[in-house]
């Protein structure tokens, strides 16, 4: 007997699912053409400005300095003025810190560990690379970066999800 009813029952969900209203709209209506896509992409800009936005509301003392870009950066631990800032094609020793804005941190350098990033020549995020140019060798920086500075749109597939504005906070600890 309960052979028949679980089979009944199957048989009867199928049906229901298989249903469908010919008159409820789809979801993929929408052709992606170029309009489109440039409306997409303006839409997606202002959700995340207004994330960024937030976020420093309530995080009154970074005082972070937005370039052209859209990356977001505060130097917190400052060094001597006549110091060169980095340059493209340096070598940069660095400790990482990368997360999310809710406070998630997705990759961090080891104590004992340093980076080494060769300025706009590496896979590294471009924000980050844009970030080490604003820095002299000793600095410390927060930095905020949009998707499209980070890992765009699709993450990074491991821990960074699809359309992150990253949290960073970078220390230069060398220059080559």
């Known amino acids: 007997m309960m052979r028949f009813l679980f089979t009944g029952m199957l048989i009867l ?5 298989s249903c469908r209203r010919n008159d409820m709209p789809k979801q993929n209506d929408q052709k992606w053409d170029k309009t489109y896509s440039v409306d997409f992409n303006q839409e997606l800009s202002i959700r995340e400005n207004l994330k960024i936005e937030t976020f420093l509301a309530h995080y009154t003392s970074l005082k972070m300095t937005q370039t052209s870009s859209g990356l ?47 300025i706009e020549h590496s896979q590294k995020e471009s924000g ?40 960073v906070d970078i220390h230069l600890i060398d220059l080559i």
């Open 13 to 17: 969900c199928a049906c229901l699912l």
């Open 72 to 118: 977001r950066y505060y130097i917190y631990q400052k060094e001597d003025s006549k110091l060169p800032n980095a340059e493209e094609g340096q070598q940069a020793l660095v400790r990482l810190t990368i997360g999310l804005l809710d406070g998630t941190i997705c990759y961090q350098t080891e104590d004992d560990q340093i980076e080494r990033i060769v």
């Open 128 to 167: 980050i690379h844009e970030a080490l140019q604003y820095l002299k060798k000793g600095e410390k920086a927060k930095l905020i970066l949009p998707s499209y500075l980070g890992h765009g749109l699709l993450g990074d597939r491991l821990k960074i999800p699809p359309q992150s504005i990253l949290y």
